[in-house]
């Protein structure tokens, strides 16, 4: 089993920045890939970013490319979404979530573990 636990939302302007954290226990996480989601009201989840546990390989949606940067501390066994430039339709709540195989990193069905979320509201 793996425990995921997010903080760092919160509200904040157009233009600002947050940083999102996601802390990781249970289980050794070298050979997972672990992602970032959101899922706005009334919409369905999507992805955000990713990062492999192992050598650190990022992935992002298009949205949020150039913007928002995913990293990894391993001896924290903590991974960060650092969010700049931030737009009212960022507005939503973010997920972590683990995923053993790696294979298809931005289907949220692929992740075997997720955290309770954290709300991150931009205002215009």
């Known amino acids: 089993q793996v425990q995921l636990v997010e903080s760092g939302g919160g509200l904040v302007q157009a233009g600002g920045s947050l940083r999102l954290s996601c802390a990781a226990s249970g289980r050794t996480l070298s050979e997972y890939v672990m992602g970032w989601f959101r899922q706005a009201p009334g919409k369905e989840r999507e992805f955000v970013a990713a990062?492999?546990?192992?050598?650190?390989?990022?992935f992002y949606a298009d949205s949020v490319k150039g913007r928002f940067t995913i990293s990894r501390d391993n001896a924290k066994n903590t991974v960060w979404l650092q969010m700049n430039s931030l737009k009212p339709e960022d507005t939503a709540v973010y997920y972590c979530?683990?995923?053993?195989?790696?294979?298809?990193?931005?289907?949220?069905?692929?992740?075997?573990?997720w955290g309770q979320g954290t709300q991150v509201t931009v205002s215009s």
């Open positions: 979530a683990a995923d053993q195989l790696g294979l298809l990193y931005s289907k949220p069905s692929e992740y075997d573990y």
């Open positions: 990062v492999k546990w192992s050598g650190g390989r990022t």
